[in-house]
């Protein structure tokens, strides 16, 4: 399987960058952060547009980077597409123009996507012949996208791309960062601020703070994990599911979603059966029963569940993180008093409560 | 009629071009490199270049004078070189109207590059683009206004010069007799008729390529932002 490894060392005034990761190089890898803690220095890193006096990356056994041999591709003649946080359109050029400028500078032997590819997948036919200063914001980002696929990229790195978006631009743009990776099998390393975004798209997270790696690996397991409290915001802990939609509910306006624990009921969210739907169920979300309730409850997603580890319990926090197996992992966040009270302990049997369901699309974005 | 010697007019216009065609060839690297460089040599550069807007013409004509005589710093190897003095020379002329022009023509230029920054430079990079590539087709079209502003006060600055030119090129009739000198040396012996024709041809002239200048800047579709 490709890789990708990176290492980098770079010190400017009052701010250390020290990263190293080795992940593999599929489907989107999220840099997750709060803002400074290195996210875009990283990403420009990796570009080659600052070179740590320390470092070395390598994607498939290419070297672009090794400072003890004294190894460091330029920018230009790396294989890499590079999103900005700003479409960074050519004023003086119309929109094919800009789309054909890395197109036209890329070997003929390494052009693995057309023009016609990207204008269909990224929906631009329409402004071909446009100046970029009469497009929305959302527009000028999508052609700043398909103008770095036509480069054929072996990497595409996206610096918040969406972040100077409003929500609906955003949710216009998602889609089409997700069809990159199917359609084209181009991985993006893509720096966000923003849960949503990475729970939508992200296979791999990197979390960054303070200029270090705090934690990285699949999605899934790293939300998973029990420190995480210290690392992002409380309200963000949470484990993340793969579902599938099972059945609309119409009469009570309801979608059922299956996992590998059983199903989840939700309000009904606008997707086709059989589609694949990933969902994080925030931890302040999940409470904790030890036997089912006798009385009835209006909590619709009760689950078996087994405790499987204790958080860290700090007595200056009322709150400790319970980690629960429900055929996958979920995290609760309870009380420490009502740790008392239920007396758990890891193998106990217990009923996990969720209260909702955070789906990716559709819902509020929230931030840092 | 008056007897009316256009000489001075070809002269002028020879020099002025002959400099604004210098300036660009050096202008554009020293305005890119105040534009992008983090060295502390920058402040001292750029007041050297702002030098000649705040001098006296005739103390820039001295020094000029000296440096380019058949003795001087520049002049001496000059002599050697080619055999022949670059004071009271066309040759010396250019030289020193480049120097007295320099900052009509860097400081659009640094304007210019500093409004288009960085971001365009890096994604031409990141789209394979090499640096020169670049300025060529990023850069410098972006720059396009700037360019424009840079060569007419550049022409029109030289134009106009008066005591750096008699400092240095002296009053030669057909090498550095120069459309304000002819003005000059016609209004000393009281030929009022050809001075007025010559000064308002002068003035007609800076007046309506301004205009033509500031019309196409209106237009021009680029807004380096």
């Given amino acids: 399987m490709s890789q990708l490894a990176a290492n980098f060392d770079l010190a400017f005034s009052g701010f250390h960058l020290q990263v190293n990761i080795n992940v593999p190089a599929e489907g989107v890898i999220a840099i997750f952060g709060p803002s400074g803690c290195g996210k875009t220095t990283f990403l420009r890193c990796l570009a080659g547009l600052e070179r740590a006096p320390i470092g070395a990356m390598v994607l498939n056994a290419h070297i672009w980077q090794d400072e003890r041999q004294g190894v460091f591709v330029p920018l230009p003649q790396r294989p890499i597409g590079y999103v900005f946080q700003e479409p960074r359109l050519f004023p003086h050029l119309n929109v094919q123009a800009n789309l054909q400028y890395g197109w036209q500078r890329t070997a003929k032997s390494e052009r693995r996507i057309t023009l016609e590819q990207v204008v269909h997948v990224l929906d631009i036919e329409t402004l071909l012949e446009r100046s970029p200063s009469a497009l929305s914001g959302g527009e000028q980002q999508r052609v700043a996208i398909g103008r770095a696929l036509l480069t054929s990229p072996k990497l595409l790195l996206m610096d918040e791309p969406l972040s100077s978006l409003d929500f609906h631009r955003k949710r216009e743009i998602l889609p089409f960062i997700q069809r990159l990776d199917t359609e084209f099998h181009i991985p993006i390393v893509y720096v966000s601020h923003d849960l949503h975004e990475i729970v939508e798209l992200a296979k791999t997270v990197v979390l960054l703070k303070e200029g270090k790696v705090a934690c990285s690996g699949p999605i899934e397991e790293v939300f998973a994990q029990l420190n995480l409290r210290y690392l992002i915001p409380e309200n963000h802990l949470g484990a993340i599911i793969d579902t599938t939609v099972a059945e609309q509910d119409q009469e009570f306006g309801l979608t059922k979603l299956a996992f590998s624990g059983g199903h989840l009921h939700v309000p009904h969210h606008h997707r086709r059966i059989g589609e694949r739907l990933r969902v994080q169920i925030l931890a302040k979300d999940v409470s904790i029963v030890s036997s089912p309730p006798a009385f009835q409850t209006s909590v619709l997603n009760l689950l078996q569940a087994t405790v499987v580890e204790i958080g860290e319990v700090n007595a200056n926090h009322p709150f400790v993180d319970i980690k629960l197996d429900i055929g996958c992992p979920l995290l609760a966040t309870i009380t420490r008093k009502s740790l008392a009270t239920l007396k758990l302990h890891p193998g106990q049997r217990v009923h996990a409560q969720i209260k909702a369901v955070a789906l990716g699309p559709e819902t509020n974005h929230s931030k840092f | ?225």
Avoid at chain 2, 115 to 121: D, F, R, S, T
Avoid at chain 2, 156 to 178: A, S
């Fill in chain 2, 1 to 225: 009629m008056i007897d009316l010697d256009l000489g001075p007019l070809w002269l002028t216009l020879q020099l002025a071009g002959a400099t604004v065609i210098v300036l660009l060839l050096i202008g554009t690297p020293i305005a890119w490199w105040l534009t992008f460089t983090s060295s502390r040599l920058r402040t001292i550069v750029e007041a050297i270049v702002a030098l000649p807007i705040v001098l006296p013409p005739t103390v820039l004509g001295f020094y000029l004078l000296i440096a380019l005589g058949p003795h001087g710093l520049v002049g001496g190897p000059w002599n050697e070189l080619t055999g022949s003095t670059l004071s009271f020379s066309f040759t010396g002329l250019v030289m020193a109207s480049t120097l007295y022009s320099l900052p009509f023509v860097v400081q659009p230029l640094h304007g210019a590059f500093e409004a288009i920054g960085k971001n365009p430079l890096e994604a031409a990079w990141a789209l394979g683009a090499s640096k020169l590539d670049t300025f060529f087709t990023v850069a410098s079209p972006m720059a396009i206004r700037g360019y424009l502003t840079a060569i007419v006060l550049g022409f029109t600055h030289t134009l106009g010069e008066f005591g750096v030119v008699l400092m240095v090129g002296g009053n030669i009739p057909g090498q550095t007799k120069v459309l304000s000198i002819a003005i000059y040396d016609h209004v000393e012996v009281l030929e009022y008729a050809q001075a007025h024709t010559l000064s308002a041809g002068l003035l007609i002239f800076s007046f309506v390529v301004l205009l033509a200048v500031y019309t196409a800047n209106r237009r021009l579709p680029i807004h380096a932002a």
